[in-house]
Antibody
Framework: QITLKESGPTLVKPTQTLTLTCTFS??????????VGWIRQPPGKALEWLAL???????RYSPSLKSRLTITKDTSKNQVVLTMTNMDPVDTATYYC????????????WGQGTLVTVSS | DIQMTQSPSTLSASVGDRVTITCRAS??????LAWYQQKPGKAPKLLIY???SLESGVPSRFSGSGSGTEFTLTISSLQPDDFATYYC?????????FGQGTKVEIK
């Protein structure tokens, strides 16, 4: 059974760096073709894909946020970490991590999401 | 960037209605399209992948079609559990993009 769970601060100040951790089970991020992505959703708005890391450490970023994002993985801990620099109130959103299967360019398992509020 | 445009943004329908949602890509994405259902306060749920493949466990009243730039999600007979927001998502060999969502409301 695949499960993912996001963790991190619920409140960050403007200009600070956000660090979120996705802890997963039921699959290995060393399996060929597998990836873990991050998607966010501001309150009442649409989903926005942010970043994805593949089993082989290949990393993809949203072009509009690339300069602010870093995604890393710790295969031994079954964790993926997303950092976003220079946080702004418009970054207030629920942040989800999700599993992407080998050869499957979609997200079939999602975490419950974590709401991050950016406010001074 | 590939833009995904869903229509309509909101749809009012009754139980038993046939419902169709359209998603258009700004350039061809072959069949690299997925559909998700999201209910308030919950994570999205995968319904359809590769434009027309039904995810395991999803009721057969959901179906997807299309290729290239135009895609549709059809609910053949709307059920009370189907009132939700639906998103399309594309993959273009480098990154992923979601549509802006279609909210299906009770008429």
């Amino acid at each position: 059974q695949i499960t993912l769970k996001e963790s991190g601060p619920t409140l960050v100040k403007p200009t600070q760096t956000l660090t979120l951790t996705c802890t997963f089970s039921g699959f290995s991020l060393s399996t060929s073709g597998v990836g873990v992505g991050w998607i966010r959703q501001p309150p009442g708005k649409a989903l926005e894909w942010l970043a994805l890391i593949y089993w082989d450490d290949d990393k993809r970023y949203s072009p509009s946020l690339k300069s602010r994002l870093t995604i890393t993985k710790d295969t031994s801990k079954n964790q993926v970490v997303l950092t976003m620099t220079n946080m702004d109130p418009v970054d207030t959103a629920t942040y989800y991590c999700a599993h992407k299967g080998a050869g499957m360019e979609f997200f079939d398992y999602w975490g419950q999401g974590t709401l991050v509020t950016v406010s001074s | 960037d590939i833009q995904m445009t869903q229509s309509p943004s909101t749809l009012s329908a009754s139980v038993g209605d046939r419902v169709t949602i359209t998603c258009r890509a700004s350039q061809s994405i072959s069949s690299w399209l997925a559909w998700y259902q999201q209910k308030p306060g919950k994570a999205p749920k995968l319904l359809i992948y590769k434009a027309s493949s039904l995810e395991s466990g999803v009721p057969s009243r959901f179906s997807g079609s299309g290729s290239g730039t135009e895609f549709t999600l059809t609910i053949s007979s709307l059920q009370p559990d189907d009132f939700a927001t639906y998103y399309c998502q594309q993959y273009n060999s480098y990154w992923w993009t979601f549509g802006q969502g279609t909210k299906v409301e009770i008429k």
